[in-house]
């Protein structure tokens, strides 16, 4: 089992390529796409997403495509910055959570209660998404990112808006869940500038090209 890249060919209308040549391998488990720079680690998951399509190379997922996970069970991909990935912000938080019961077959209600009083969601189930902080809305789609089920999940900033008992939580339930993560054959793929967590076991490092 693998999430294999090799040298997808993608750029923005009138900009060089972005990740040109680039390929990668890992393993299931926690995935950190690391880029100080900033460049290209949104891009890259839009891709994984195929939310993004490539003119060219490939991307396959325990040997199929990508374009043959796209659904809400197979594929988490939800970003904040980005309101075409996310519910209407009308949605009431109570509303989105038991709208991913209904639809993940592989929903996991402890997990889900695991990440939601470690990020002290509760007090925020009746609230329109359009009322939530930052970080309350990140730590929210996190925490329905590892309970989806899904078998790739990724993530985004994840630390974006978050304090410092939050980033705690996040960093050693992100250890605790690499493991189970990795026997169950799912991926969660996080970007950020740096590693949250040291590679070994079932957690990896992988740098982005540099320009």
Known sequence: MSLDWNALEFSY???APLLAGWQWQAAPGLVQLVDGLSLGK???LQLLAGRLQASGGSLRIDGQTAQALQSAAAVFWHEPRLPATMPPDTTVVADWIAQMRRDCPGWDEALFAQWQEGF????????PLLALS????????IALGLAS?????????TTSG???????FLREALQAAAPPLAAQGR???LAHYEPLLPAG???QVVALPAL
Do not use: C, F, N
């Open 149 to 157: 089920g899904a078998r790739l999940v990724l993530l985004d900033e």
């Open 42 to 44: 949104t891009t890259a």
């Open 187 to 189: 991926y969660l793929v």
């Open 201 to 203: 076991g079932a957690v």
């Open 162 to 168: 978050l304090d410092k008992p939050a980033l705690g």
């Open 120 to 127: 002290d969601l509760v007090p925020h189930g009746a609230k």
């Open 13 to 15: 209308p009138q900009a």
């Open 134 to 141: 930052t970080g309350s809305l990140r730590k929210l789609v």
